[in-house]
Antibody
Framework: EVQLVQSGPEVKKPGESLRLSCKAS????????IGWVRQMPGKGLEWMGV????????RYSPSFEGQVSISADKSITTVFLQWSSLKASDTAIYYC???????????????WGQGTLVTVSS | DVQLTQSPSFLSAYVGDRVAITCRAS??????LAWYQQRPGKAPKLLIY???TLQSGVPSRFSGSGSGTEFTLTISSLQPEDFATYYC????????FGQGTKLEI
């Protein structure tokens, strides 16, 4: 079964660092883009960026460039989303999702993780 | 960046109704558009990609059309489980989502 399993909920203080994980299984990890999507409380979906694990090619939305870092570890078929200094406005649910086309071509997100709630509060 | 505008933002309907949601792009995106359904507390679910291709396992009452700058998601006969929020997404670099359409009774 193709699936993405995300790490558990996090409660952090402003200024702290954080790394979320997204463990992929059931398919060839290196050959599908995986991305991250933010959903702030009561709001819509925001595309943050994607990574192609095969060569670690990474693309970011201008809104998130420099604010977060996306990486991948092929040895453990896991993608990460990382912050060096959290803000209260980072409070949201974060989803990882796999694109539906194999290879370095853009596609829609057909497989989604269950989401990780991140709460940043002093 | 390409901006997507969905209309309406809210839609009231009844079981059995036929409804349509529109997504307009700020510039032409050919057929690089997808539609998702999100139920409360759940991850989004892919319904349509390439503007009109039905994702495997999605009921045939869902259909997509359009190209260039105007796209439509149509649900031919609403079922109780269809009351949810729907998003369009343009599949270009960088991707963006529309603001969402909440479909309610």
């Amino acid at each position: 079964e193709v699936q993405l399993v995300q790490s558990g909920p996090e409660v952090k203080k402003p200024g702290e660092s954080l790394r979320l994980s997204c463990k992929a299984s059931g398919y060839r990890f290196a050959t599908y883009w995986i991305g991250w999507v933010r959903q702030m409380p009561g709001k819509g979906l925001e595309w943050m960026g994607v990574i192609y694990p095969g060569d670690s090619d990474t693309r970011y939305s201008p809104s998130f460039e420099g604010q977060v870092s996306i990486s991948a570890d092929k040895s453990i078929t896991t993608v990460f989303l990382q912050w060096s200094s959290l803000k209260a406005s980072d409070t949201a649910i974060y989803y990882c999702a796999r694109q539906n086309i194999e290879g370095p071509t853009w596609g829609a997100f057909d497989i989604w993780g269950q989401g990780t709630l991140v709460t940043v509060s002093s | 960046d390409v901006q997507l505008t969905q209309s309406p933002s809210f839609l009231s309907a009844y079981v059995g109704d036929r409804v349509a949601i529109t997504c307009r792009a700020s510039q032409g995106i050919r057929s690089y558009l997808a539609w998702y359904q999100q139920r409360p507390g759940k991850a989004p679910k892919l319904l349509i990609y390439n503007a009109a291709t039905l994702q495997s396992g999605v009921p045939s009452r869902f259909s997509g059309s359009g190209s260039g700058t105007e796209f439509t998601l149509t649900i031919s006969s609403l079922q109780p489980e269809d009351f949810a929020t729907y998003y369009c997404q343009q599949i270009d670099s960088p991707n963006t989502f529309g603001q969402g359409t909440k479909l309610e009774i």
